[in-house]
């Protein structure tokens, strides 16, 4: 097979598939989700709740039934806090923000997030959820979240690497991190997404990959990196390790199935009771498996009736069409928007960047996709989509610039279309197109995690107040799931 590089380099490689990466290892642990629930029942200290900071919306499809912030003030943690939940989660959108701003709002956040917890007297950990394909504020986010705590007396002792999301087909093997092309397991420096404008890397061990990203700072030398086997069946080696690490260590053990993070949680469970403190660097299924929730099962459109049936009477004319926004760029979000225009007949309409982007056409070319798009909603649904050819500056900063004003775009055309209909559905496709599509296109500031679409991907979300009370509101990453995806998830919606 050929394969990109990060640096422009393509060779032939020969990569494996699930079975050959594993085949030297022991098998997957027998570890429930039950097991879980009992540590936590049985810790001498209650389990903290954990804030987590999601640097785009899509850490949600991996939990249910949790409380998500797309606020935070003072005022919205005591709101969530007050639902007794195990987590909450925190859109904060970083990943589309320059590291500035990306400080900024994580102080806010954290400081906010302990001030209404000491309030409380409530106990909190704190997790970064971040892309599983390694893209993001690292270390940046660790560290200020580390330096907020500090300054109220906790220390950090350890910061835990898990990106894992197997159901993804993204797993840390060997200490190597990959991403499933296909049917086979690449290491993830040798995919698009080492390529990224913004976040991009060239190494693919996860202790060198914190090397590299923190400009040598943390040597790979540094880097605990528990192998597969001692997750799989040295539970009390694992445990010694996390309590070993101290002055923000970091961590990165090997995580290749459920099972795998059932036994990380378990260890850390045990860590944390004996004093350990931790901030988690975590792909979407971690904080699943640390709270005891079992995966569950993908919503019907009989579950989504009962939420449009919450809607009270809307203000706005309900039309019959569900609107699917479409905002990421990666290869398979394009596949999966052409198989859906292929098996689903949906009135399509094109936000061209080239055109958002230049402030004198801007606004004429938003507004007549606007009410293109109003009036065919009222017959059926409806694709808004920016166009294919992605458009990036000179340098990272550049590029950002150009996201914010693309996404912006976006934002505007969904709240414009929102405020005059009730669809019977938003489907978001992209990380910060779900994120800003909820906060400023629908605002939304509260939301319930209801459940995923597909098994183990792809959020349903239940807002508490703005322009989508009642609307089933869906947060679809850019880089999961087949090229059928999209067709499938669209289906059930219309059903």
Same mark, same amino acid.
């Given at each position: ?35 879980? %629930? ?9 389990? /903290? ?49 320059? /590291? ?21 007297? !409530? ?24 330096? !907020? ?55 693919? /061990? ?99 009736? %009962? ?17 699917? !926004? ?77 996201? %914010? ?71 679809? /990453? ?11 998830? !669209? ?5």
């Amino acid at each position: 097979m050929l394969c990109a590089y990060a640096n422009g380099d393509v060779k032939e490689i020969v990569v494996p598939m699930y079975e050959e990466l594993l085949a030297l290892y022991p098998p997957s642990p027998s570890f429930t989700a039950d097991d879980v %629930r009992t540590a936590i029942k049985a810790r001498q200290h209650p389990d /903290p709740v954990f804030i987590v900071l999601d640097d785009d919306p899509t850490g949600t499809q991996s939990v249910t039934d949790l409380p998500v912030l797309m606020a935070w003030d003072v005022e919205d943690f005591q709101w969530a806090l007050a639902e007794h939940a195990p987590a909450i989660y925190v859109m904060t959108n970083s990943r589309s923000l320059d /590291p500035h701003e990306a400080r900024r709002i994580t102080i806010e956040a954290v400081t906010n997030a302990v001030s209404a917890a000491q309030d409380l007297d !409530v106990t909190l950990a704190f997790a970064t959820r971040s892309d599983s394909t390694l893209r993001g504020h690292f270390p940046l986010e660790p560290d200020t979240i580390a330096e !907020v705590l500090a300054s109220f007396g906790q220390n950090v002792d350890g910061v835990v690497l898990v990106p894992a999301f197997p159901e993804a087909g993204r797993i840390t093997v060997g200490g190597t991190h990959y991403a499933r092309v296909g049917k086979d397991y690449l290491p993830v420096s040798q995919t698009e997404f080492a390529r990224d404008a913004t976040f991009g890397y060239k190494t693919s /061990p996860l202790s060198e990959w914190v090397e590299e990203k923190t400009g040598g700072a943390i040597p790979a030398s540094t880097v605990s990196t528990p192998s597969l086997t001692k997750v799989r069946t040295d539970p009390e080696g694992l445990a010694g390790d996390l309590s070993s690490l101290a002055n923000r260590q970091v961590i990165a053990p090997d995580i290749a199935a459920e099972e795998d993070l059932r036994a990380l949680s378990l260890a850390l469970i045990r860590a944390e009771d004996q004093g350990q403190h931790f901030i988690y660097r975590v792909g979407p299924p971690f904080m699943r498996t640390r709270i005891g929730q079992e995966p569950r099962a993908p919503l019907t459109s009989q579950d989504v009736m %009962r939420i449009r049936d919450t809607s009270g009477t809307p203000q706005r004319p309900t039309v019959p069409g569900g609107l699917v !926004v479409v905002g990421s760029h990666v290869a398979l979000t394009t596949s999966q928007l052409d198989d859906l225009r292929s098996h689903v007949e949906l009135a399509r309409f094109e936000i061209d960047v080239a055109t958002v982007i230049d402030p004198d056409a801007r606004e004429k070319h938003i507004q007549t996709v606007v009410n293109e798009a109003i009036a065919a909603l009222r017959q059926g649904s409806v694709i808004i989509n920016t166009s294919r050819r992605l458009v990036v500056g000179a340098g990272a900063d550049e590029s950002l610039d150009i996201s %914010r004003r693309v996404s912006d775009a976006v934002v505007e055309t969904i709240h414009r279309i929102v405020e005059e209909v009730v669809p019977r559905f938003v489907v978001a496709k992209g990380g910060s197109t779900s994120s800003d599509g909820a906060a400023r296109g629908l605002d939304i500031r509260h939301a319930r995690c209801i459940g995923p679409m597909l098994p183990g991907i792809v959020s349903l979300w239940a807002a508490q107040d703005g322009l989508a009370q009642g609307v089933p509101y869906i947060v679809f /990453p850019g880089n999961v799931g087949t090229s059928a995806s999209l067709t499938e998830v !669209v289906r059930t919606l219309e059903r």
